[in-house]
């Protein structure tokens, strides 16, 4: 073991009863059915917290996606001060990560469950639970610094849905993960992932109606001196890279880099690519956004 670094973390099981009482993401949020997307052919675990659930690999130590509710109508605005990140006593401390992962160095614990969008509830108390929640390892993975610190335009696409698209009393279910792919760099036992997802739902008009997102992160991770340089991208199914981007994608790609079944959502994309161009090869209808004005949809967004 290098000694510069943090030990382990030991599980502390008399915490577990803490967290017996979650009731997880809701797959009735929106009035009807979204279940949590499978991942078939993968051994995973369930693990539910306040508002949300995250679907964790075992073998990648990361959610292999996170699913959450988010109630625009009872968000409320807690302090995160004094809240430390804690490993899940329902989880062996080998099947997901710790500080060890994140010690000097310029990689960042990135919530994947947005911190700001699951701290709602109907008392303050609710809101103070969730907010603890969203600081499980569980719900962390690695990311470049200047990467995390720059997502201004990926984090507030929740925000901006919810204000100018989402029916039923501001309702919108995000589900947000990893994109793994064999060009991750490895790095203290941990694949680093070079791309995340992003599919919202939410009610339009009474229907179901999802869209999704993918930002990259690989330049950033090109400039960690202690971080493997990622494999080379070069098989013509890559957008160009420059600083991260984000990109509105057809629901499809993602399921196709995946391996996640989001047929459901893919049936009710709202990127009008999508349905125009069904055939069309993984990754070439991508639409760079520079702000959330920029999406593309089959439908006309409430003004603000």
């Known amino acids: ?17 803490s967290l017996a009482d979650r009731e997880g993401f809701d797959e009735q949020f929106l009035g009807v059915p979204v279940p949590v997307p499978s991942l078939a052919g993968v051994d995973t675990v369930l693990l ?16 292999a996606i996170t699913a959450l ?10 302090d995160r001060s004094g809240i430390d990140w804690r490993l899940d006593p329902r989880l062996p401390e080998d099947q997901q990560t710790g500080e060890r992962v994140y010690a000097r160095n310029d990689i960042d614990r990135g919530h994947l469950v947005r911190r700001a969008s699951a701290v709602w509830g109907d008392t303050r108390a609710e809101a103070a639970t969730a907010n603890e929640d969203t600081f499980h390892y569980t719900n962390a993975a690695p990311q470049a610094a200047k990467f995390n610190q720059g997502l201004e335009l990926w984090l507030g696409l ?15 279910i995000v589900f947000t993960g990893p994109m793994f792919s064999d060009l991750d760099p490895m790095y203290r036992g941990v694949e680093i992932p070079l791309r995340y997802l992003k599919v919202a739902v939410f009610l339009q008009e009474g229907t179901l109606a999802a869209t999704g997102y993918v930002v990259d992160q690989t330049p950033q991770l090109a400039d960690l001196p202690d971080v493997p340089r990622p494999g080379a991208v070069d098989d013509g199914d890559a957008p160009p890279l420059g600083p991260f981007r984000t990109f509105q994608v057809p629901i499809r790609d993602i399921a196709a880099l995946t391996g ?3 047929g459901q959502l893919v049936a009710v994309d709202r990127m009008p690519i999508a349905a125009a161009l069904p ?15 920029c999406l593309d ?8």
């Open 1 to 17: 073991m290098d000694a510069t670094l943090p030990a382990p973390q030991a599980v502390l099981t008399a915490t577990t009863a």
């Open 48 to 63: 539910p917290y306040t508002h949300f659930s995250v679907l964790m690999r075992p073998d990648k130590r990361l959610a």
């Open 69 to 78: 509710g988010i109630d625009g109508a009872k968000l409320m605005d807690l």
């Open 158 to 172: 929740e925000s901006y849905l919810l204000e100018n698209a989402a029916d039923n009393g501001r309702r919108l």
């Open 260 to 262: 996640l079944d989001l």
């Open 279 to 293: 055939s069309a090869r993984v990754t070439s209808a991508w639409r760079e956004l520079s702000s959330p004005e």
């Open 297 to 304: 949809l089959d439908f006309d967004l409430r003004a603000s």
